[in-house]
């Protein structure tokens, strides 16, 4: 059994002893209560604690009170053969062995960088800080009727910005999901309504919508792209492309920039006839069930006219 303070705990680790205490009281590190604000863990705990860290072992030797030999003028460090670990593998630039559960914010130290970074904040008093606060106070009910997580663009730069990886975007999205539908602001929850029953979030039906494409492409080969046709439905092409609805639903020759470089490219592309949307709204209501259908009908056309790349101009 070792004995711990946490503050010394947190110094040899390099991190806040609050990051220590919420470990603690996660069970992420599971700890007994000693006295003077100690705390037991067992050696087998440690070693597991610090495997799924992916403490170095010379630090893990230090923590247990090992003694640990360092060869001269080499950084090479033995420590027993008993604790030896193999290494703990991470993916991409993201991760970050200190982070306990930051779904749920509880390594948030306050320090106000997603603030900081936050090109909103300020804005009717929103401050992502204060969100990840209430969410932590337990203010449930009060952050899901506020509108702060709406004003939040979901640029994702407070959550660059956090030092700690709090994963502040998934948390607003999630305080989106717990809103009653019927009080989704503005017309997105018609939308994601909207695009499940007809494909696409303004509901344009597939007859108008392909009349349209022809229409454009046969304009596009008067002006500049002699012999032009909307390649529409064309199986095996190698480029799929998806089409916001406002294009053409209001602004139908924004669809022809695309168009133009695939033209001198020569590119082969193709727009499917339905479940064209690329613009996904379920993302910003939090909807994650739409927003997977909507995923799934893409691909769908890609396998089903056999093209090999998605294009998302979105
Ligand atoms: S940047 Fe991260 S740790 Fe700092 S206040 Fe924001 S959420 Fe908390
Ligand atoms: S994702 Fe939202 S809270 Fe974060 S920086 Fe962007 S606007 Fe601000």
């Not at 705390?39 to 247990?64: D, H, K, N, W």
């Not at 053969?81 to 779904?103: C, F, H, I, M, W």
């Not at 018609?190 to 303004?202: D, T």
């Not at 379920?282 to 995923?295: K, N, P, S």
Request: charged share 25%; net charge neutral.
């Amino acid at each position: 059994m070792i004995e711990i303070r946490v503050g010394e705990f947190a110094e040899k680790l390099g991190v806040h002893r609050n990051t220590v205490r919420n470990w603690i009281r996660s069970g992420t590190l599971r700890a007994a209560n000693s006295v003077a604000k100690r705390y037991f863990i067992t050696e087998g705990e440690l070693v597991r604690f610090c495997r799924l860290q992916g403490i170095p072992e010379s630090v893990m030797a230090q923590l247990m009170g090992k003694e640990v030999t360092v060869s001269p003028g080499k950084e090479e460090i033995m420590v027993q053969q008993s604790l030896r670990v193999p290494e703990v593998k991470t993916l991409g630039s993201r991760a970050n062995t200190l982070r306990t559960d930051p779904q749920w914010a509880d390594v948030c130290l306050t320090c106000g960088s997603c603030a900081s970074a936050c090109p909103i904040s300020g804005v009717d008093g929103m401050d992502p800080r204060k969100i990840i606060r209430m969410v932590l106070l337990g203010r449930i009910q009060e952050v899901i009727d506020s509108d702060w997580p709406w004003k939040c663009t979901l640029c994702g730069k407070c959550e660059e910005a956090c030092p700690m990886n709090v994963e502040l975007l998934k948390l607003f999205r999630k305080i989106r999901w717990l809103r009653d539908r019927d009080r989704v602001p503005g017309p997105l929850h018609k939308g994601v309504l909207m695009a499940l029953r007809r494909g696409n979030n303004l509901g344009i039906p597939r007859s108008e919508f392909v009349g349209l494409l022809e229409e454009v492409g046969e304009e596009l080969a008067e002006e500049c792209c002699p012999g032009f046709r909307t390649p529409v439905d064309v199986e095996g092409a190698d480029l799929l492309l998806t089409i916001n609805s406002k294009e053409p639903f209001g602004e139908p020759d924004d669809m022809k920039f695309w168009w133009k470089i695939f033209y001198a490219a020569g590119e082969s592309w193709t727009i499917p006839s339905e479940n064209w949307e690329g613009v996904n709204w379920g993302l910003f209501t939090g909807d994650d069930d739409a927003v997977r259908i909507m995923v799934g009908r893409i691909v769908d056309n890609v396998h089903r006219l056999g093209c090999k790349k998605l294009v998302l101009p979105e």
